[in-house]
């Protein structure tokens, strides 16, 4: 096997991080900052736990780092890897921060994500690079098995709740 990029090796840290968003239930979807080479903080998708519109991956990861440093503007040259396309409040977020490049997994499938156009906009006099695909079929994987085993689940719980109400039925019918 061929030895992993520097950004695939953050990546794989990223696609880690989700899997413990996984065990909760929640989307998988994953996120790690980089400072100087080394991570400084890990961040998962929580807001199913936490009921939350802001518990995007990005968001916890950011937050984790600006607490780190005390500082709402991270150190110059640090690095957003997240396993999925960051929305606009993430892109946001990341800007604000200063993050000085991203690098992001899975393409967004619906709809336009502004991320490109965030990217390119010198909000706050600032820039972030983007840069996308990163194991692409890993990170992507990883949200289809996960959203096609909650299909098959919910078809399951539906087949399972009609088989009930017929044995309720058919007990019913017997009565009379
Ligand atoms: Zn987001």
């Known amino acids: 096997m061929r030895k992993l990029t520097r950004e695939e090796k953050f990546m794989r840290a990223a696609i880690k991080t989700a899997k413990r968003g996984l065990k909760e239930g929640e989307v998988p979807i994953g996120a790690v900052v980089v400072y100087e080479d080394k991570i400084i903080s890990r961040g998962y998708n929580r807001r199913a736990k936490l009921q939350l519109a802001s518990a995007h991956a990005e968001m916890m990861a950011i937050d984790k780092a600006c607490k780190k440093f005390h500082s709402w503007r991270l150190p110059e040259g640090c690095e957003l890897f997240v396993t999925l ?92």
């Open 85 to 176: 396309e960051p929305c606009p409040m993430c892109m946001g977020a990341s800007l604000n921060a200063r993050v000085a490049k991203i690098y992001f997994g899975a393409y967004e499938q619906k709809g336009r994500s502004l991320t490109n156009e965030l990217a390119e906009a010198n909000l706050l006099n600032h820039k972030t690079e983007v840069f996308g695909g990163v194991l692409e079929g890993e990170c992507s994987s990883l949200l289809t098995e996960f959203f096609s085993s909650m299909r098959r689940k919910a078809k399951e719980e539906k087949e399972q709740a009609k088989r009930e109400q017929e044995e309720e039925l058919l007990k019913k019918a017997e009565r009379i």
